[in-house]
């Protein structure tokens, strides 16, 4: 994206309070993932299988209410969702350090907060993802979401980078007053919104509960040939993510040799390869074709990540640290593209529904890409198990490419989405 095109939506007042408000939330977002596990070894002295369990306390809230968490947000006012999910996730994590000063913080208390955490999360996320056509239109979502992925991209690399020095100098509780402001300020900016919201759906009528509503979203995903695709690739992309993921510590620390900062910086590395994706997206996107390139992106740079079971100690690391900033790269363009791709697709009454099947499904493949990840790495080793789920993550774009996205270039235009009768 050149310095020319780049602010585009930014001139737009509502889009920028957007921009901004998702600026402060991922960061103490972000931010989060790092502290809460700190707080339970620091302040807690928790073991490992506890560490491990808050780890999946956290992303358990996609399968606690993945599926309803839609039918719910379309029922609502999408902006509404967004800042009350904020603030309520700011008090969540703010009663940490309140009960750390008290003396009366346990592990328990952790886990409530982060499984609250991560329900109210999916709640954002399906609400803002619903939002975003309304807010600047279908023609522009495209654009829309890769600005607010670059922002992602901008939090995942600076704030765990800015944690770890507040962490050492207030500790590990008290980090997350900083988290919990962050939120608040991106609930507070998210409600100066003005643009008018189109009314939900009146309560007297809906005809059918919310088990009929959601099995309306099961159906509209999975009986649409583009829809089904894209998320088949995204469940089988995840699982082998998951599976590459959870051994890449261990042969960064035992086979590559590097110390925990030389691991921090290839981390960081993928974030902003994750960045230069979100810059170029929209570019891709017009050159390539909306659709072919959520097949083409992940095809082209997922091989890269085979560089790094070949690496030894020495710059071949720092030569696969390139491939990984590849890999995430590609993964950006791809949901860029997808996103903005199924949001045009959708009709306004099912965008919520839509977009939680879509998250439900994807997700399934994280916890288990996970164990998966570490029976193989016991049997056959972390290299071996690099190797999979280098070769899973570059197969997973064959659903979307047998598909009619093969050879589609554009997204469906707005005047062919179908629309929610007005209700009176």
Not at 30 to 47: M, N, Q
Request: hydrophobic letters at 50%.
């Amino acid at each position: 994206m050149s310095a020319s095109t780049w602010p585009g939506l930014l001139r737009e007042r509502d889009f920028g309070r957007l921009f901004a408000a998702t600026a402060l939330g991922q960061f103490g977002d972000r931010a989060v993932f790092l502290v809460l596990p700190l707080v339970a070894l620091v302040a807690l002295d928790a073991d490992e299988f506890r560490v491990g369990l808050l780890a999946a306390m956290t992303s358990a809230g996609s399968f606690l209410v993945g599926l309803p968490a839609g039918a719910w947000v379309d029922r609502m006012r999408k902006r509404s969702v967004m800042a009350g999910t904020d603030f309520l996730r700011a008090s969540a994590l703010a009663t940490v350090p309140v009960a750390w000063w008290a003396d009366r913080l346990t592990f328990w208390w952790l886990c409530v907060v982060a499984l609250l955490h991560g329900v109210l999360t999916v709640f954002f996320d399906v609400a803002y993802l619903s939002h975003l056509p309304h807010l600047v239109g279908r023609d522009n979502v495209v654009e829309g979401n890769a600005k607010l992925s670059a922002v992602r991209s901008v939090t995942s690399i600076g704030g765990p980078a800015a944690a770890g020095p507040l962490i050492g100098m207030v500790g590990a509780p008290a980090t997350l007053v900083v988290s919990s402001a962050g939120m608040a300020l991106s609930g507070l900016i998210t409600t100066t919104i003005r643009k008018p919201e189109p009314e939900p759906e009146p309560r007297a009528s809906r005809r059918h509960g919310l088990g009929r509503e959601i099995r309306e979203g099961l159906s509209f995903v999975l009986r649409h040939p583009a829809l089904r695709a894209i998320t088949l690739a995204d469940a089988v992309f995840n699982l082998f993510l998951a599976m590459y993921q959870a051994m890449l510590l261990v042969f960064l620390e035992r086979q590559a040799g590097l110390e925990p900062f030389g691991i921090g910086l290839v981390l960081s590395g993928m974030g902003c390869g994750a960045l230069c994706g979100a810059l170029m997206a929209t570019t891709a996107a017009q050159r390539v074709g909306q659709g072919r390139v959520i097949w083409l992106a992940p095809l082209v740079t997922c091989p890269a990540s085979a560089l790094m079971p070949l690496a030894r100690p020495g710059w071949p690391v720092w030569a696969a640290a390139m491939g990984l900033a590849a890999l995430s790269l590609g993964g950006v363009v791809r949901v860029v593209a997808q996103s903005s791709y199924q949001q045009a697709l959708t009709p306004d009454g099912l965008l919520g529904r839509m977009n939680a099947t879509a998250r439900f499904i994807a997700w399934t493949g994280i916890p288990l890409g996970g164990l998966l990840g570490g029976a193989l790495g016991s049997s056959f080793g972390a290299t071996a198990t690099l190797w999979v789920g280098a070769a899973g993550m570059t197969l997973s774009s064959l659903p979307v490419l047998l598909s009619p996205l093969r050879t589609t270039r554009t997204a469906p235009t707005a005047g062919r989405v179908p629309r929610r009768r007005p209700t009176t």
